[in-house]
């Protein structure tokens, strides 16, 4: 099994890299079976991540294994002014919010294709994806309860910063001037 991990910018997004991820994120997130999964999958590539791709700092990372898309990450610079940076302003602590929201790396998603799993993809694309960013700091929300991808974030020097920010969902942050 061989994988490799390349960086894409916006222009490079073209309909077979949509079609790929598209796949990746109804296999990792939705029943192929059903047509609203479809329908969510469709809806990520053609508008989530297209209003994504068009944000400053974006960077995607897609990881393909024996020539097929196996999983995806990406994020962008978050600011204030932006919905989700704006929404933890008013959610989680002024220090953190002080300390950690504005011109952060956001990381939206990390997705391999579970019959891709456990074979060290994530953590090949995350490393990928937070290489070389020039950000202070990085941030993201997942739920801490032990599963894969806590235990990914954690083992590459992510902290809870804010505890239950969105249901079970945790804040975690990620210095990158200690990282690099």
Same mark, same amino acid.
């Given at each position: 099994m061989t994988t490799t991990v390349e960086t894409l910018g916006p222009r490079q997004i073209d309909e077979t890299t949509r079609d790929a991820l598209a796949a990746v994120y109804l296999a990792a997130y939705g029943d192929p079976d059903l047509p609203e999964s479809r329908l969510d999958a469709d809806n990520f590539v053609d508008s989530t991540l297209t209003r994504h791709a068009g944000r400053a700092g974006f960077k995607l990372v897609v990881a393909s294994t024996d020539g097929t898309v196996s999983g995806y990450g990406y994020g962008f610079t978050g600011r204030r002014g932006q919905f989700w940076s704006d929404w933890l302003a008013t959610t989680v602590p002024a220090d953190i919010v002080e300390t950690w929201v504005g011109d952060h790396f956001e990381l939206v998603d990390l997705?391999?294709?579970?019959? $891709?799993?456990?074979? %060290?993809?994530?953590?090949? #694309?995350?490393?990928? #994806?937070?290489?070389?960013?020039?950000?202070?700091? *990085?941030? #993201?929300? @997942?739920?801490?309860? %032990? %599963?894969?991808?806590? $235990?990914?974030?954690? %083992? $590459?020097?992510?902290?809870?910063?804010? *505890?239950?920010?969105?249901?079970?969902?945790?804040?975690?942050?990620?210095? #990158?001037? @200690? *990282?690099r």
């Open positions: 997705v391999v294709d579970p019959a $891709r799993r456990g074979n %060290g993809i994530a953590g090949a #694309l995350h490393d990928h #994806l937070v290489d070389g960013l020039p950000h202070e700091r *990085a941030l #993201l929300a @997942t739920v801490p309860n %032990g %599963g894969p991808a806590p $235990r990914l974030y954690e %083992g $590459r020097g992510w902290q809870v910063v804010a *505890a239950a920010i969105d249901g079970d969902k945790a804040l975690y942050g990620l210095d #990158l001037r @200690t *990282a």
